[in-house]
């Protein structure tokens, strides 16, 4: 697998192609020779011919109309699937009946029936299939997980200003899934309660939504995500027992406050004295107060969808279990869906349709 993956540069075309890769070399020959295989792009599939040829001359691929055309005149290994999510079930089917791994964009499916559906077929046939969960890739991300004990509280922010794409889906499938995977991925629990309330603002579609969701383990998880914002905010940050953690998906970077047991030494200027502050308790004696150490783990520099799709393609060479499974998808697309659900109640309750009539 080349170091240099290509990845495509434009939204539009991130929607709406497929991307076919296929190995320079035989798999028994893949198996011998570390790291990888040579792979490369070979073929774009868009309906739109002009489109398809536009992109694939950038990368020195074909271009194809549809994948019947695709599958009759190529023979390829993996496929990356960034087609309108209508259309996921029917295009991952064919791929992966005709032998092809597939990547499938977030989210995984229209409906749980789908990604159920998805999830079978790729057992059936015995195919790498991943979830295009793009921030599981994100280098802050992925070097909070060493960290992790038990988180107990998250509050996420996910804000973009407005922009006429996505719009038809609402911002609970547009945005705020993002993030539903990544903290579904570090709290690994079932889900207890949902609370959730959002409005339309600019669309008919809820363009903004705040999440309440307790899980069996007790953690809570505070989500905002809205598109309507003045300013652009990607945060997450969580607590866990003794440490604090803060993740920045836009800058990439990672920050931690850990709270240290008192009079535990930091091996500074007074060695044999306990480091910290003090407090002064009843009767004027003084008790040490736990020390706060601030502290900013390295972080890899690496675009996240070229880590993603570096991922995915390892996953292929190697026929091991994707970072990012089906089943990971299917979680939280339901999870999604549930909110959605949620919304719909309150907005019922609250008259938001009354509300949004002008006077």
Same mark, same amino acid.
């Given at each position: 697998?080349?170091?240099?993956?290509?990845?495509?540069?434009?939204?539009?075309?991130?929607?709406?192609?497929?991307? *076919?890769?296929?190995?320079?070399?035989?798999?028994?020959?893949?198996?011998?020779?570390?790291?990888?295989?040579?792979?490369?792009?070979? #073929?774009?599939?868009?309906?739109?011919? #002009?489109?398809?040829?536009?992109?694939?001359?950038?990368?020195?691929?074909?271009? %194809?109309?549809?994948?019947?055309?695709? /599958?009759?005149?190529?023979?390829?290994?993996?496929?990356?699937?960034?087609?309108?999510?209508?259309?996921?079930?029917?295009? *991952?089917?064919?791929?992966?009946?005709?032998?092809?791994?597939?990547?499938?964009?977030?989210?995984?499916?229209?409906?749980?029936?789908?990604?159920?559906?998805?999830?079978?077929? #790729?057992?059936?046939?015995?195919?790498?299939?991943?979830?295009?969960?793009?921030?599981?890739?994100?280098?802050?991300?992925?070097?909070?997980?060493?960290?992790?004990?038990?988180?107990?509280?998250? =509050?996420?922010?996910?804000?973009?200003?407005?922009?006429?794409?996505?719009?038809?889906?609402?911002?609970?499938?547009?945005?705020?899934?993002?993030? /539903?995977?990544?903290?579904?991925?570090?709290?690994?629990?079932?889900?207890?309660?949902?609370?959730?309330?959002? /409005?339309?603002?600019?669309?008919?579609?809820?363009?903004?939504?705040?999440?309440?969701? =307790?899980? =069996?383990?007790?953690?809570?998880?505070?989500?905002?995500?809205?598109?309507?914002?003045? =300013?652009?905010?990607?945060?997450?940050?969580?607590?866990?027992?003794?440490? %604090?953690?803060?993740?920045? %998906?836009?800058?990439?970077?990672?920050?931690?406050?850990?709270?240290?047991?008192?009079?535990?030494?930091?091996?500074?200027?007074?060695?044999?004295?306990?480091?910290?502050?003090?407090?002064?308790?009843?009767?004027?004696?003084?008790? #040490?107060?736990?020390?706060?150490?601030?502290?900013?783990?390295?972080?890899?520099?690496?675009?996240?969808?070229? *880590?993603? /799709?570096?991922?995915?393609?390892?996953?292929?060479?190697?026929?091991?279990?994707?970072?990012?499974?089906?089943?990971?998808?299917?979680?939280?697309?339901?999870?999604?869906?549930?909110?959605?659900?949620?919304?719909?109640?309150?907005?019922?309750?609250?008259?938001?349709?009354?509300?949004?009539?002008?006077?």
């Amino acid at each position: 697998m080349e170091d240099n993956v290509q990845v495509p540069k434009s939204p539009e075309l991130e929607q709406r192609q497929l991307w *076919a890769t296929r190995s320079s070399a035989n798999s028994e020959a893949a198996k011998a020779t570390p790291p990888a295989p040579q792979l490369k792009l070979v #073929a774009v599939v868009d309906r739109d011919r #002009a489109r398809a040829e536009a992109t694939a001359s950038e990368f020195g691929a074909k271009a %194809y109309a549809g994948i019947e055309e695709l /599958l009759a005149a190529e023979s390829i290994d993996a496929a990356s699937v960034a087609v309108p999510t209508v259309q996921h079930l029917s295009v *991952a089917r064919r791929l992966m009946e005709a032998g092809v791994d597939v990547l499938v964009e977030k989210p995984l499916a229209l409906d749980v029936a789908e990604a159920d559906a998805l999830i079978e077929l #790729a057992h059936r046939h015995q195919r790498v299939a991943q979830a295009g969960h793009l921030e599981r890739f994100n280098p802050a991300v992925r070097a909070a997980l060493p960290h992790i004990t038990r988180p107990m509280f998250f =509050e996420v922010h996910r804000l973009s200003v407005f922009t006429p794409r996505s719009l038809d889906v609402d911002v609970v499938m547009d945005l705020m899934i993002h993030d /539903l995977d990544v903290v579904l991925s570090l709290v690994n629990s079932p889900v207890r309660e949902i609370r959730a309330v959002g /409005l339309p603002v600019l669309t008919p579609k809820v363009d903004i939504a705040n999440v309440r969701v =307790e899980f =069996e383990s007790g953690c809570v998880a505070n989500f905002t995500a809205s598109r309507v914002s003045t =300013e652009k905010v990607r945060k997450l940050r969580f607590f866990q027992p003794h440490q %604090y953690v803060s993740l920045d %998906y836009s800058r990439r970077d990672m920050f931690m406050l850990t709270v240290k047991p008192p009079g535990e030494s930091r091996g500074d200027s007074h060695p044999g004295k306990p480091d910290g502050a003090f407090a002064v308790g009843p009767g004027g004696s003084q008790f #040490a107060l736990p020390q706060i150490v601030p502290s900013k783990p390295q972080v890899a520099a690496e675009e996240p969808l070229k *880590a993603e /799709l570096r991922s995915f393609l390892e996953a292929v060479d190697k026929r091991t279990p994707p970072i990012v499974s089906f089943e990971d998808g299917r979680r939280a697309l339901e999870l999604a869906l549930q909110i959605r659900s949620q919304i719909e109640e309150h907005s019922a309750r609250a008259g938001v349709a009354e509300l949004r009539r002008w006077q």
